[in-house]
């Protein structure tokens, strides 16, 4: 039998201590499965003392992550301690230097270092895994990278933040407010106590950047991603959604267009009946449009220690299946130096179809004004309707329109136009629509 691989493990928290864990309790499965034997030589965290419900102490302890990255017996340096900048990036760089394969679960890394780390890897010949940076537990890198060779993909979305997807579910099932969804999911450990990275976006928008990378062979462009949270949706989208045959999810969407490469995360309609419609709660899901298999869904949990834990184990095992002089895959689908410029289609040519909810004075002449604005900027309704809802005044009245496909411009100027009027109430909500299977 080949020589055991050895695993130094930095970051010991939901996480690592998982990895960990599962490592001993499958260690007969994974030798089996590699052809060796898979053991932990190394480990570090902060605090030395805690107690990780696990027995280390066979393992060299390093209070320093990055003297383990660069000094330790080890073949694989696991990063799991999180963060953009820091112990994290450092050590990350010093194993790869060092020639060390890397398993990462840091989507915040990747995002904003990964086109430089994946240079280094592929420099010095040695892996650089993170699975489970995207999408926790769901194999939607390798899909991407390694099962859909030759396909073209056209565009991908997903549910990529677990939180978001469980504020939304139980708005929609229960009918209660964002501001009490978000309380209760604090409350049973769904949220941070600063829910900002997750309900504004940043999180989905962190791994988005990576699948956009993969599906377009493109630089990695985080920076470069329209964004917009959850955090204004209300129980009068929910039903005027459910009315019109549509459920809210937060998207991140990548889509090829003619103008170059959209990437956005917004609150999006999907169809009641799509599959992506389905995806509650927690679970995440990924879709991937391609020229040759049509759209394929991948859904599952997308956090947690053991889900995350099982995709770190899958990087990990592929590195004790891999040979020395094996070519490995690239990194992101493409050799890193090859990645081409991220070419940016701006938000102004997005073209689809849009959701507009308006609350209006209820006055003569309001509904036709609203008409002619959309007219004006050639968008063509597919429905207008006029609702008392319980919450208004007997002066107010909610318009609701679904327009057929139009441009993000259009729509912009026309609900400017609107505004200028002085027909509005309150601030007007649009909903970008997204086509789904
Ligand atoms: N949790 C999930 O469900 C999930 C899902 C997908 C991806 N991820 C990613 O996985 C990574 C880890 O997440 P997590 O939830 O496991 O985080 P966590 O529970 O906060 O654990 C972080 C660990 O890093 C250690 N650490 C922090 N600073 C350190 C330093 N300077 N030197 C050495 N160790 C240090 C901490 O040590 P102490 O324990 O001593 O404080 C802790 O053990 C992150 O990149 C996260 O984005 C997490």
């Known amino acids: 039998m080949a020589e055991a691989l050895r695993v130094g493990i930095a970051g010991l928290g939901t996480v690592g201590a998982s990895v960990a864990r599962v490592l001993r309790d499958k260690a007969a499965e994974l030798t089996r499965q590699c052809g060796r034997d898979i053991v932990v030589t190394a480990v570090s965290a902060r605090d030395r003392k805690r107690d990780r419900g696990i027995d280390l102490s066979a393992a060299t302890w390093f209070d320093d992550p990055i003297k383990l990255a660069e000094k330790a017996d080890i073949d ?16 990350v760089k010093a194993a790869l230097e060092a020639g060390r394969h890397v398993v990462t679960a840091n989507k915040a890394l990747l995002a904003k270092h990964g086109v430089a780390l994946a240079e280094i890897a592929e420099k010095k010949g040695v892996l650089l895994n993170y699975e489970a940076a995207v999408a926790g537990g769901i194999p939607v890198i390798k899909t991407m990278r390694e099962a859909m060779a030759g396909n073209a993909v056209t565009r991908v979305f ?12 139980r708005m929609e099932a229960e009918g ?22 997750d309900i504004e976006g940043h999180d989905t928008a962190h791994k988005l950047s990576i699948l956009t990378s993969l599906a377009f062979g493109t630089k990695i462009a985080a920076n470069d991603i329209y964004m917009e949270g959850i955090s204004n949706i209300t129980q009068a989208d929910i039903r005027a959604a459910a ?25 999006t309609m999907v169809p009641t009946a799509s599959v992506i419609a389905q995806v509650h709660g927690v679970t995440n899901a990924v879709a991937i449009e391609t020229d040759i298999l049509g759209e394929l869904l991948l859904s599952g949990p997308g956090a947690g220690g053991n889900a995350t834990a099982s995709a770190v184990i899958g990087d990990i095992a592929d590195i004790a299946k891999s040979r020395p002089g ?14 081409k410029p991220y070419k940016k289609a701006q ?4 073209a689809g179809g849009y959701f507009i909810r308006l609350t209006v004075h209820d006055r003569i002449g309001v509904f036709a004004a609203i008409a ?7 968008i063509s309704l597919e429905s207008i309707v006029q609702q008392a ?3 208004e005044t007997e002066a107010q009245k909610t318009v609701i329109l679904v327009t057929h496909e139009t441009t993000e411009a259009a729509v912009r100027k026309a609900v400017e136009g609107i505004t200028k009027d002085g027909h509005l109430t309150d601030k007007p909500q649009v909903i970008r629509i997204e086509r789904a299977e």
């Open 76 to 91: 694989v340096f696991v990063e799991l301690i999180g963060g953009d900048e820091g112990p994290a990036r450092l050590a």
């Open 158 to 169: 997903g549910i990529l933040n677990g939180t978001c997807n469980y504020i939304l579910t």
């Open 176 to 197: 209660i407010s964002f501001d009490a969804c978000l309380k209760d999911a604090q409350r049973l450990g769904y949220a941070e106590a600063d829910p900002t990275f």
């Open 243 to 267: 009315d019109l045959g549509y459920r809210i999810k937060l998207l991140g969407v990548a889509q090829r267009t003619d103008s170059g490469i959209e990437q956005r995360v917004h609150p």
């Open 326 to 339: 094996f070519q490995h895959a690239p990194v992101f689908g493409w050799p890193a130096k090859e990645l």
């Open 347 to 350: 938000m102004r040519s997005h």
């Open 372 to 378: 002619k604005r959309m007219a004006d900027n050639d």
């Open 389 to 391: 809802a319980g919450t």
